[in-house]
T-cell receptor, first 112, second 113 residues
């Protein structure tokens, strides 16, 4: 059964801390892994990863994929209160069409 | 708990036909959200419903799209007279109340030929 598991489920840190969020997956016919920041109504797209070992970076956020060990990490450095959100990981698989499998998310709270 | 169930997983429609996408929320969840994912664009909010009520449809196209969440049964996203540009993955999420996290379904892939 295809699945995506995120850890930890929740995390509370102080401003300025660095956090690492984990996403492991068991998905056949893997195509890509996506990270979203979920706030209010609509998740915000962060990264799409398709190749192992290539870090993607956007400001204080970065992410990398390991297709051998079947996981990805999302790093946030120098956290700010605006980083407080649920971070979702999703894996895209290719069957007759494309299927997406979502993790349940990691809830991050950044305390001033 | 079976989670959020969406069906069908894949739907192929010819231009001009109607598409009906179904979403059964998790047990105990009365809030349903629909999203559309276009290639390389991430998830776009479409509509937020509670039982029998549309709370926020600010992301819904003005024509051809409608959504409902009846007292009994699943939430339905209906697209009339589909066009090629409607081809996308449509996701449903549910939550027990405002301020709680969402649980996503696996999506319905709509292909318009």
């Amino acid at each position: 059964e295809d699945k995506v598991v995120q850890s930890p489920l929740s995390l509370v840190v102080h401003e300025g801390d660095t956090v690492t969020l984990n996403c492991s997956y068991e998905v056949t016919n893997f195509r890509s892994l996506l990270w979203y920041k979920q706030e209010k109504k609509a998740p915000t797209f962060l990264f799409m990863l398709t190749s192992s070992g290539i870090e993607k970076k956007s400001g204080r956020l970065s992410s990398i994929l390991d297709k051998k060990e079947l996981f990805s990490i999302l790093n946030i450095t120098a956290t700010q209160t605006g980083d407080s959100a649920v971070y979702l990981c999703a894996v895209e698989a290719v069957y007759t069409g494309n299927q997406f499998y979502f993790g349940t998310g990691t809830s991050l709270t950044v305390i001033p | 708990n079976a989670g959020v169930m969406q069906n069908p997983r894949h739907l192929v429609r010819r231009r001009g036909q109607e598409a009906r996408l179904r979403c059964s929320p998790m047990k105990g969840h009365s809030h349903v959200y629909w999203y559309r994912q276009l290639p390389e664009e991430g998830l776009k909010f479409m509509v937020y419903l509670q039982k029998e009520n549309i709370i926020d449809e600010s992301g819904m196209p003005k024509e051809r799209f409608s959504a409902e969440f009846p007292k009994e049964g699943p939430s339905i996203l209906r697209i009339q007279q589909v066009v090629r540009g409607d081809s996308a993955a449509y996701f449903c999420a549910s939550s027990p109340d405002v301020g709680y996290g969402y649980t996503f379904g696996s999506g319905t892939r709509l292909t318009v030929v």
